[in-house]
């Protein structure tokens, strides 16, 4: 009968316990963080805009509109208009819902729509 002390199977032994605690060592040192996935949706509802008032060139002519300022029925942090569909201009926004959009040089005549654009 063998026995499990000979040398040679004792340094097999030996070996197989490194390699165990080895490979448990390397196992138990993961740590993941606790993260989050998911899916869901929400409603997307305009604004109402009230108080238009559009600031007239104030060189003395007055077919270009230098600015406009409307009020929010809710909270934005940024807004844009356009009046000729194609122009962009970025606005301000005071209190969250107070809008002025300044800096503007569009013609009277050729401000068809003001078309408005926010996001909170």
Wanted: glycine share 12%.
């Amino acid at each position: 009968m063998k026995s499990i002390f000979r040398p040679r199977s004792f340094g097999m032994l030996v070996l197989a316990l490194i390699l165990a605690a080895s490979v448990y060592g390397f196992a138990a040192a993961n740590t993941v963080p606790a993260t989050y996935a998911g899916d869901g949706s929400g409603a997307i509802s305009g604004y109402t805009i009230t108080n238009v008032v559009y600031d007239l060139d104030g060189d003395g002519d007055p077919s270009d509109i230098d600015g406009v300022d409307f009020t929010l029925n809710a909270a934005a942090t940024e807004v844009h208009i356009t009046l000729d569909g194609s122009t962009w201009t970025t606005c301000t926004v005071s209190g969250g819902t107070s809008v002025s959009c300044t800096g503007l040089s569009q013609s009277v005549s050729a401000a068809g729509n003001l078309r408005v654009i926010a996001a909170d």
